[in-house]
């Protein structure tokens, strides 16, 4: 039983909402609920009663709700006693923000709830592609980064926290045929336009190349975007389809432009969007490790 299992639980149980947890927390709604079901396993039943629509507590998940939010309240003192002793509650926080990260997770919601707790840290941030990020915390130059990809793509030697992970859909005008359907292969995607893809050599864009090619497709000549909005974007003017995190067309999809775009689960391997929190175990000040502590 992890305490991060306890707090997502306790978020569920207070809202009687996963969505609603996942928003409060910053973390995605998936991750939320295998860590839910996780702890459900470990304690042997069921916490939840969960339908389409609703989420009620179980008499065990009463029962777990009280002793959860008196274990996390001690936990919490507990930290703030050992931040004082650490100096966390001064200094800076330098924080890097790779481009895809800042606009498909609550980074500043997280932030903002870091410097309630700490509003005599300073927090100084950077935006920079992902392997600079993770560049300047190998270094020391950054103490924290919100960076893409998961633990399997970074290097070794940094300690990362998952934040999201999601899959990458197809992105088709909602007036188009495919928009229609259940799944989509990327075969009959790119049959229908050009593919308009994600600039650079991002974990995205990765992805992306690596399920085309498992696929042993090859896709025609079509524009490449420095910005995750821009690819839907040029999908709304008719300029091809795309492949982007979900996250993504729910945001903009509705105001992309002259055509509204929708997000089509992809029938064949996925690609996906991971967002990682990374810091040096040996590199990291108390205020970054208050910082971590924060999310666990």
Known sequence: MELRQLRYFVAVADRLSFTGAAQELGVAQSALSTQVARLEREVGTALLLR???????TEAGEALRGRARRILDQVDDAREELAELGDARRGRLRVGLAQTASRTTDV?????????RHPLVEIVTVAEPS??????????????????????????????????????VAAVPRDHPLAAQRSVTLADLLAAGPLV??????????EVDTALAAAGLVPAAGLEMALLEDVVRCVSHGLGVGIV????????????????????????????????LVVHPEHASPVARAFLLSLR
């Open 51 to 57: 339908t389409s629509r609703t989420v009620r507590l």
């Open 245 to 276: 995190p979900a996250s993504t067309v729910a945001h903009i999809g509705d105001n992309a432009g002259p055509r509204p775009v929708v997000g089509v689960p992809l029938a064949d391997a996925a690609p996906t969007h991971r967002i990682s």
């Open 197 to 206: 893809r994600f600039r650079g050599s991002s974990h995205l864009r990765r």
């Open 108 to 116: 500043l919601g997280i932030l903002g709830r870091f410097h309630a």
């Open 131 to 168: 392997p600079v990020m993770a560049a300047a915390v190998l270094a020391g130059d950054l103490d924290v980064a919100v960076v893409g990809g998961g633990p399997q793509d970074l290097p070794p030697t940094l300690e990362s926290l998952l934040l999201v992970e999601e899959e990458q």
